[in-house]
């Protein structure tokens, strides 16, 4: 995964964070909230530390129709983006700061899925006064 470039902010603001997802063609993931509890959801974690996760924004799911389950389940496909809100407090000290995180996620096509996956994912993010 690429490392993304460092977004410039201000302490005490609050920014957003488009992450960039492009699968495979053919190939789905679930989506964060999958209709049966064995299914691996879609899930982006920020770990704490000075700046904060306020919230992640998954994209509208489509439905698909595939062999091993009844009825539709909600995926992604193709090209979309996970959207976080990062809150940067007012005490962050300026300078470049290290948002780590994790992406898990089970990819699949209609006739199978690979094992599940984590990687690591960093926002780097320079903040000023």
């Not at 992640?56 to 809100?85: A, H, Q």
Request: positive net charge; aromatic residues 10%.
């Amino acid at each position: 995964m690429p490392k993304p470039e460092p977004v410039a902010t201000k302490a005490g603001a609050t920014i957003e964070f488009k992450l960039p997802l492009q699968l495979r063609e053919g190939y789905h993931v679930n989506s964060n909230k999958p209709p049966d509890p064995y299914l691996i959801p879609l899930r982006l974690t920020w770990d704490p530390g000075p700046i904060t996760a306020a919230e992640i924004v998954y994209p509208k799911p489509d439905f698909r129709k595939v062999d091993f389950f009844e009825g539709s389940l909600p995926v992604f496909s193709g090209r979309f983006e996970l959207l976080t809100r990062f809150k940067i407090p007012a005490s962050v000290p300026p300078g470049l700061v290290n948002v780590a995180g994790k992406l898990r996620y089970q990819a699949c096509n209609d006739r199978m899925c690979l094992p599940p996956k984590t990687i690591d994912v960093t926002l780097p993010v320079s903040v000023s006064r």
